[in-house]
C-alpha cells in the first residue's frame, strides 16, 4: 500500500488551558477529497495551521507523503501542564516555517481571506511563483531571468483563466466580490504548485449558485492538477456532496470519521450539530 | 511613418554629431583660440598679459569652468585693444561660451534620434515606453547641467537641486524598507553616517592625511582610493552593519527593528567619536580635504543610478515578495517566501543605499563629523518619505526637493529680520523658518494622510490610466 499523501499522528494543541486539537489521528491518500467539519470552535483551522506550518503543535505528528514533516511532544513548561494523551509517544522535534512547508507542496487557503490587498488580482498570483524561482537578486534586478519572468507571468495569467478572473486582472483583489477573492485565494495557492491543497471555509460568504458552481470547481481542479484536496467547510450540502470521506471533531476530539452517508447517520454528530445552523 | 522615423532618427543623430564636435573642439582648444585672437602674437612681449591669458589656461586646465569665463572675461577686457575680435573670431569665441549648453543640446537630440531608431528597430511597446523614459531622463539631465551653467555651481538653485538628490537617494532607500516592505527602520542616520566615514577615510589625500589627522599621527590609513570604488565600499559597509544587525532582530515577529536600528544609530555616533579610534575615525575632528563633487550632474548621476537599480528592484520578482510582506506577512509565508531571507534582503539593500547616500552627503557637505548624524536626520528623511508616500519611489524623489528646498532655500527670508521702511517686520527673525516650515509639513500631512503620491507611482501609464477610469467608471 502506497503512503498517505497527509497523516496526522495524535496531533494535539493545546494553547495556555485549552485544548483545541485533541489527539487528532486522520489520513488522506491521493485524490481524495476529504472534509473535517465540527461545530464553531472545534478546532478546525487550529489543524490546518498545524499541519502548514503556522503552529508548531503541542504533541503528535504530520506526515506529508509517508515522511515526518511535523513533530514535536510536551517539554518545558508545556510538559506540566499538558492536558493531552500519548505525552510519551513522540521524541523527534520537527517545525519548519510555514513557507518551507509550502515548498514541499502543501497550499492553503485562509478562512478569514488573507489576500495581498494592496496588489492587483494578476500580481497576487504572481507573488506565489516567487517560491520556484531560479533567478538571484542580480540576475532579477538586471533583467537577466526575463524568460522565467515571462513564464511566471504565463502561469500567472493561466490560473486566473482557470478560476475565471481573468478579467478582473488589473483590478485591486480587494475590490473584488467575496466569491471572488475565495477563488482568487485558490489561484494563488494553486501557484504554489500543491500536491495537497487544503481549503479553509471555501465557500464562506458565497451566494448559494457560487457555492453550486464551487463544488463542482474543486472536483475539477483535482481532476486537472492531480490534487489531494483537504477541505473545512460549514456548508452541509457541498460537503456531502464531494466529499469522499468526512471526518467530524467536536472540542478538537474526533467523534467520527467515514463516508458521507455514514457521518450524517452518526448519532454522535447529530448530537454535536444539534441546534447548531447547518448552513 | 516607418521611413520618416529612420530619416529623422539618423538627421538627428548627424546634426547632434556636428554640435558635439564642434562644441568640444571649442572647448578643447582653448589656448588655439587664444593665439588666433592675438594674430600680432603681442602676448609674448606683454609680461602682464601673458600672465592673464596663462590664469585663463590655467582654470580651463583645472576644469573650472566658472573661473575661466571670469579670467577670460577679464583677459578680453584688459587686452581687448590688442587682439581681433571681429568675425569668425566673435564666433569662436560664442561657441566657446554657450558650449556646455550647445553639447547639451546635442546629447538630446541624439537620445531623441536613438530613441526614435530603437523604436523602428524593435516596433514593441516595451521599447517605446523604455525609450520615451530614456529621453526623459537625458533631457532632466541636459536641464540640469543647462540650469547649473547659467546659474552657477554655487547658487541657491543648484545647491538645492544637490542636496535634493541625495535625499531622494535617502528617502528612496528608506521607503524601499519602510513603504515596500512594512519594516519599520529607525537606523538611517547611522548606516549614513558609515557610508561618509567609509568614503571619507578612503579618499582623503595621502599627502594631507597629516594635516587631517593632525591629533593621531597622520591616521592608520595611508592610501587612497578610487571615488566609485570608494562610494560602493561605502554601501557594503553599511549592509554588512545592517545584515549583522538583522541577523537576531529580523527573526523576531514584532518592531523589534525599529528599537534596534535607532540604539544602533546613537550608539554608532558615539564610537565614532571614541578617541581610542582616532587613528582611524579621527575621534571628535572633522574629517576632511576628501574627494568632493564640483557640478550637481555627479550626485545626479550617482543617485540616479541607485534610483534606477531600486526600481528594478520593486518591480523584480524579489520587489513582488517584498511587497507581499508588507500586506500579509502570514500569506506570504504561506506562498513559500522565506520570510527572515527576505527581510534581510531589504534591510540590507536599503541599508547599502543609505551608505551611499551618506558616502554623497559627505561630499556635498566637504567635511565630515559624526555628531552631526543624529536621529533628527533620520527623522528628516522618514518625513519625506511620509510627505512623499509610503510606497511611492517618485514620492519620495519629489518631497526630497520640495523639502529641500523649502528648508534651505524658500523660507530662508523668514529667518532675516526684515525692516520695511521704518517698519519692522513682526517674527521674522532666526528661527521662524523652522516654525513655519513645521507647520506648513503638519498641514500637509493632515490633509495629504498618504502623501503627495500615495503609493501610486509618477509614470506614461498614469495619465493614460486616469483617462480609462475616467471613460470606465469601473473603481469609481
Ligand atoms: N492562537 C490561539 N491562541 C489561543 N487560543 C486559540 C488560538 N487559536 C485558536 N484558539 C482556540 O482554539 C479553539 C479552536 O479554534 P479554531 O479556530 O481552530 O476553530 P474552528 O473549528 O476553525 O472554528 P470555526 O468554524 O469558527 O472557524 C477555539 O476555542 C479558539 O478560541
Ligand atoms: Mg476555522
Known amino acids: 500500500m502506497p503512503d498517505h499523501v497527509l497523516e496526522l499522528k495524535n496531533l494535539t494543541m493545546q494553547f495556555g488551558g485549552v485544548v483545541a486539537v485533541n489527539d487528532l489521528s486522520m489520513n488522506i491518500d491521493k485524490g481524495e477529497i476529504v472534509a473535517l467539519i465540527g461545530p464553531n470552535g472545534a478546532g478546525k483551522t487550529t489543524a490546518f495551521n498545524c499541519v502548514t506550518g503556522v503552529y508548531a503543535p503541542t504533541n503528535g505528528q504530520v506526515l506529508f507523503g509517508g515522511k515526518v514533516i511535523v513533530s514535536n511532544h510536551p517539554s518545558g513548561k508545556m510538559a506540566k501542564m499538558y492536558l493531552g ?195 | 511613418m516607418k521611413a520618416l522615423k529612420w530619416t529623422g532618427g539618423i538627421l538627428l543623430i548627424i546634426i547632434a554629431v556636428a554640435l558635439l564636435v564642434s562644441s568640444i573642439s571649442a572647448q578643447s582648444d582653448l589656448e588655439g583660440l587664444l593665439k588666433r585672437l592675438d594674430a600680432q602674437n603681442v602676448v609674448d612681449l606683454n609680461p602682464k598679459m601673458l600672465a592673464d591669458r596663462d590664469r585663463v589656461l590655467e582654470s580651463h586646465l583645472d576644469n573650472d569652468r566658472d573661473r575661466t569665463l571670469r579670467n577670460l572675461d577679464r583677459y578680453l577686457e584688459r587686452h581687448g585693444d590688442l587682439l581681433l575680435l571681429e568675425g569668425t573670431h566673435a564666433l569662436e569665441l560664442t561657441a566657446f561660451r554657450s558650449g556646455p549648453i550647445v553639447s547639451s543640446v546635442g546629447v538630446l537630440l541624439m537620445a531623441i534620434g536613438a530613441a526614435l531608431l530603437a523604436t523602428v528597430i524593435s516596433g514593441k511597446a516595451a ?180 534610483i534606477l537599480l531600486i526600481i528594478l528592484l520593486i518591480n523584480s520578482t524579489y520587489g513582488r515578495a517584498f511587497k507581499a510582506i508588507r500586506d500579509d506577512e502570514v500569506a506570504a509565508e504561506a506562498m513559500g517566501i522565506n520570510l527572515p531571507q527576505h527581510k534581510s534582503m531589504a534591510f540590507v539593500i536599503s541599508c547599502f543605499f543609505a551608505g551611499v547616500g551618506g558616502a554623497l552627503l559627505a561630499m556635498y557637505q566637504t567635511t565630515v563629523q559624526a555628531s552631526a548624524f543624529k536621529a533628527s536626520m533620520t527623522y528628516e528623511i522618514l518625513l519625506i518619505v511620509v510627505l512623499g508616500g509610503m510606497g511611492s519611489v517618485s514620492g519620495s524623489v519629489i518631497a526630497s526637493f520640495l523639502f529641500i528646498a523649502a528648508s534651505e532655500w524658500w523660507l530662508r527670508f523668514l529667518d532675516a529680520e526684515t525692516v520695511i521702511g521704518t517698519f519692522e517686520v513682526p517674527l521674522l527673525r532666526s528661527g521662524f523658518r523652522m516654525v513655519v516650515f513645521s507647520v506648513i509639513v503638519m498641514l500637509v500631512v493632515l490633509f495629504y494622510q498618504k502623501g503627495i503620491m500615495g503609493d501610486r507611482e509618477l509614470s506614461l501609464d498614469m495619465f493614460k490610466r486616469n483617462g480609462k477610469e475616467k471613460r470606465g467608471g469601473r473603481n469609481a
Open chain 1, 85 to 279: 494523551a500519548d505525552k510519551d509517544k513522540f521524541h523527534q522535534v520537527a517545525a519548519p516555517s510555514p513557507d518551507k512547508i509550502t515548498r514541499m507542496g502543501i497550499a492553503r487557503t485562509f478562512q478569514n481571506i488573507r489576500l495581498f490587498k494592496t496588489q492587483t488580482v494578476f500580481d497576487n498570483v504572481l507573488i506565489a511563483t516567487h517560491l520556484h524561482r531560479t533567478s538571484n537578486l542580480f540576475t532579477a534586478v538586471l533583467r537577466l531571468n526575463s524568460s522565467e519572468e515571462k513564464s511566471m507571468r504565463e502561469k500567472a495569467m493561466h490560473l486566473l483563466d482557470i478560476v475565471g478572473l481573468a478579467d478582473a486582472k488589473d483590478e485591486k483583489a480587494t475590490s473584488l466580490p467575496y466569491g471572488k477573492q475565495r477563488r482568487l485565494e485558490i489561484a494563488r495557492a494553486l501557484a504554489t504548485d500543491p500536491t495537497l491543497l487544503l481549503l479553509d471555509e471555501p465557500a464562506a460568504g458565497m451566494n448559494p449558485q457560487e457555492t453550486d458552481d464551487l463544488s463542482e470547481f474543486i472536483v475539477e481542479l483535482r481532476n486537472r492538477f492531480d490534487l489531494t484536496i483537504f477541505l473545512i467547510e460549514h456548508h452541509m450540502a457541498l460537503v456531502m456532496d464531494i466529499s469522499d470521506r468526512i471526518y467530524v471533531i467536536d472540542f478538537g476530539k474526533l467523534i467520527a470519521s467515514g463516508l458521507p452517508q455514514e457521518v450524517r447517520d452518526d448519532p454522535e454528530v447529530i448530537t454535536a450539530y444539534l441546534g447548531v445552523d447547518e448552513d
Open chain 2, 127 to 306: 521599447v517605446r515606453k523604455a525609450a520615451l523614459y530614456a529621453v526623459g531622463i537625458v533631457l532632466l539631465y541636459v536641464c540640469v547641467y543647462v540650469v547649473e551653467q547659467i546659474a552657477g555651481t554655487s547658487s541657491m538653485l543648484v545647491t538645492v537641486l544637490k542636496k535634493g538628490a541625495i535625499y531622494a537617494l535617502l528617502a528612496v532607500s528608506m521607503n524601499l524598507l519602510n513603504g515596500f516592505t512594512g519594516l519599520f527602520s529607525l537606523g538611517q542616520a547611522g548606516f549614513m553616517l558609515i557610508g561618509a566615514y567609509t568614503y571619507a577615510m578612503f579618499t582623503i589625500p595621502v599627502e594631507s592625511r597629516g594635516q587631517v589627522y593632525q591629533y593621531y599621527a597622520g591616521g592608520l590609513i595611508q592610501f587612497q582610493m578610487p571615488v566609485i570604488l570608494a562610494i560602493i565600499l561605502a554601501g557594503l559597509v553599511a549592509a554588512f552593519f545592517a545584515y549583522l544587525i538583522g541577523l537576531p532582530v529580523l527573526r523576531l515577529k514584532s518592531d523589534y527593528l525599529a528599537i534596534a536600528t535607532l540604539g544602533f544609530a546613537e550608539i554608532i555616533r558615539a564610537v565614532f567619536q571614541y578617541d581610542g579610534l582616532g587613528p582611524i575615525t579621527n575621534g571628535s575632528n572633522l574629517l576632511r580635504r576628501f574627494t568632493t563633487f564640483n557640478s550637481a550632474l555627479f550626485p545626479f548621476i550617482a543617485v540616479g543610478i541607485c
